[in-house]
């Protein structure tokens, strides 16, 4: 979106972007959010935008964890093979 790297620590971690939008609906800050997903909330005026790009950011995909290990192993064997599979993208 902003064509550099953040560096910034995140301050919550929730499952999916419409946790994301509920979270700064509910004022926990300000995120990065696609228009499609929030545009009630900005019809409403519960979200307003701080920056409108001329051009649309790509849409990229982050793998991301919770901070320890899980208890479920699945989860570590899902995380090595999209970053090995991340390597060839």
């Known amino acids: 979106m902003f064509g550099v790297r953040l560096t910034g620590q995140a301050s919550i971690t929730v499952p999916d972007l419409r946790g994301v939008l509920a979270a700064v609906v509910a ?15 900005l019809a409403s005026g519960a979200l307003v935008p701080l920056l409108s790009p001329e051009e649309p950011p790509i849409n990229t995909g982050y793998l991301t964890q ?6 479920n192993p699945h ?6 093979r ?7 993208w």
């Open 66 to 71: 919770r901070p320890g290990a899980s208890d």
């Open 75 to 80: 989860v570590a064997v899902v995380r090595e």
């Open 82 to 88: 999209l970053l090995q599979a991340g390597r060839t």
């Open 27 to 41: 004022g926990a800050g300000i995120s990065v959010l696609p228009r499609y997903l929030c545009l009630d909330a």
